[in-house]
């Protein structure tokens, strides 16, 4: 059984085409074992409980830095023997320590086509404007692995759609999201079966 535990900050829509895709079978062997937030409003944090899946809020304030946030995240994922991190919105930068922790298996989501508007403070809408603004034919989203730069790590899968003249960020994030709902289970099914965690 591979144990996957997913960090988030928000509303956690691929956090349940995660867990979905885990309880149907879609994704093999394989369970969301603990959800951590950064953020204690997140609704993706509900969608845990809803599923029985312990869903923790990591308040950052309680923490001297970066550092001792990622060393304590470091042990709830010990904790819960974790050996796939799946970040799904989540909005906090990672210590090296975390990162070297578990590298190569620590996966992120990112709504363009990296190594298009990637980095630091390309995030939610400011990724979609940037797309419109800059005429782009076609945008789409990225599964990636994390290493220490941002929207950086190797290439898992991508998804391309469409940019039309009359989209809005709104409209075009929701074109890219319903593809994010089928590309993050399906990078994440190849990487359980690539390092054999089930
Ligand atoms: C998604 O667009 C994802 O690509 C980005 O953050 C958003 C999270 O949405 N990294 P949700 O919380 O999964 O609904």
């Keep these: 059984m591979a144990k996957i535990g997913v960090l988030v900050s928000g509303r956690g829509s691929n956090l349940q085409a995660i867990i979905d895709s885990c309880e149907s079978g879609y994704i093999p062997n394989s369970k969301v074992v ?23 809020f990591l308040n950052p304030k309680e923490y001297k830095n970066l550092e001792d946030y990622s060393q304590k995240l470091i042990c709830i994922m010990e904790q819960y023997n974790v050996e796939l ?13 975390f990162i070297h922790r578990f590298k190569g298996k620590i996966l992120n989501i990112h709504p363009a086509l990296l190594p298009k508007f990637g980095g630091k403070n390309m995030y939610g809408h400011y990724v979609h404007e940037a797309v419109i603004k800059s005429g782009e034919k076609e945008s789409g989203c990225t ?9 950086h790590g190797e290439i ?4 391309k759609v469409p940019v039309f003249k009359t989209d809005t960020p709104e409209t075009l994030a929701e074109r890219i999201l319903q593809q994010e709902h089928k590309i993050y289970p399906q990078a994440i099914k190849k990487v359980i079966e690539d390092l054999r965690l089930f």
């Design 34 to 56: 603990v959800v951590i937030s950064n953020r204690e409003n997140a609704y993706a944090l509900e969608r845990a409980k809803k599923h029985n899946i312990p869903g923790i």
């Design 85 to 97: 991190i799946c970040l799904a919105g989540f909005l906090l930068k990672l210590s090296e320590n």
């Design 143 to 151: 599964v990636h692995f994390v290493d220490e730069i941002y929207d």
């Design 156 to 159: 898992i899968m991508q998804k």
